[in-house]
């Protein structure tokens, strides 16, 4: 009996020490064996009632997140915590984001806890995912909430980040997360929220073929200056074909947006035989850069300007 007794101790210690790796509910911490004072012990911090976290351990933004949903279980994590989750384009650093956005039934009260940005509204079964068990919104719906939260040109880049998909003989193919017929039927489903009206006005702006903010925001700059029209995802025909960030057919006008990415030996390689190949096809080519986008819209438009004059513009 005493053996069976020190094994069921020693069990319920590396339970708890297993349990503490991460942040935990004190109801979990109780069940793995630890005593109330061992819960309140200096290694342990509470950023809300009922909730424990390891001092310098390294853990995930989901198992952060985790004991919020534990405690309600018709919590579902939402808006910007969720856009962290699914890897959505925001516009700030997410190490900087720290609130925690949790949704509940409407019928219920709204979240209110240390840390914690609450909401309350009726999700559809279909609107909710499962990340590791933990409820989050669906990468639709995380997108509608962010209508209430980013400006138009930020909630653009959203809806491009998730309808992206194409096939190039140079990479992977690359699926989109939302088809874009789903995103729209799915908005255009939507009656009486808040942000329905800029989510709207975003899916008519969103465009496929997009693979990251700064591109949907050129492509949004040369659109409401008035330039003729900007295609994503065109192939300039050859062999191989080459694919700008941004072509206007009428003119053979392209661009592209140089990222980080641009800075590597090998990227700037493949870079030099594109640029070769796009001049040799009688197209002219806008490379953009950070500082160019940091000198506002005027500056670049009138990039574009003359390059779209020396191909034959006379707007």
């Keep these: 009996m005493e053996l069976d007794q020190t094994l069921f101790m020693v069990a319920r210690s ?15 911490g109780l069940a793995a064996g630890a005593t109330n004072s061992r819960l309140r012990a200096r290694s342990l911090c509470t950023p809300s009632r009922g909730i424990r976290v390891p001092i310098g351990k390294q853990q995930t ?3 952060r997140v985790r004991p919020y949903t534990v405690l ?31 949704t509940n039934p409407a ?63 140079f990479e992977p193919p690359k699926v989109a997360f939302v088809p874009a017929a789903t995103l729209r039927s799915y908005v255009e489903g939507k009656h009486h929220l808040r942000g329905l009206a800029k989510a709207r006005a975003a899916v008519d702006l969103m465009r496929i073929g997009v693979d990251s903010p700064p591109e949907t925001q050129l492509r949004l700059m040369l659109h409401r200056a008035g330039l003729p029209v900007f295609l994503t995802n065109y192939a300039i025909a050859g062999d191989p074909d ?8 009428e003119y053979k006008t392209c661009s592209e947006y140089e990222g980080e990415i641009h800075k590597t030996t ?18 002219i080519q806008v490379k953009v850069y950070k500082a ?24």
């Excluded at 919590?75 to 890897?87: K, P």
């Excluded at 779209?308 to 006379?314: I, P, T, Y």
Aim: aromatic fraction near 8%; charge should be neutral; glycine fraction near 6%.
């Design 61 to 63: 933004l989901l198992d």
């Design 107 to 169: 019928r219920e009260a709204q979240p209110r806890r240390r840390g914690v940005v609450g909401h309350t509204t009726d999700l559809d079964r279909s609107e909710i995912t499962y990340m590791e068990g933990v409820p989050v919104t669906s990468p639709a719906r995380t997108f509608l909430d962010l209508a209430t939260i980013l400006t138009l040109d930020q909630l653009v880049a959203v809806a491009d980040f998730l309808i992206c998909e194409h096939d190039r003989p």
């Design 72 to 102: 309600n279980q018709r919590s579902c994590i939402s808006h910007v915590t969720a856009a962290q989750l699914h890897g959505l384009p925001l516009p700030w650093f997410d190490e900087d984001i720290r609130s925690i956005h949790l």
């Design 266 to 283: 090998q990227k700037q390689l493949f870079d030099r035989t594109r640029d070769q190949r796009t001049a040799e096809r009688g197209w």
């Design 14 to 28: 590396r339970a708890f020490e297993f349990l503490a790796r991460r942040s935990f509910t004190r109801g979990e």
């Design 292 to 315: 160019d986008m940091r000198r506002g819209d005027a500056y670049v438009v009138e990039m574009f300007k003359k390059a779209l004059r020396r191909q034959g513009w006379n707007g």
């Design 242 to 249: 080459v694919w700008p960030d941004l072509a206007c057919e």
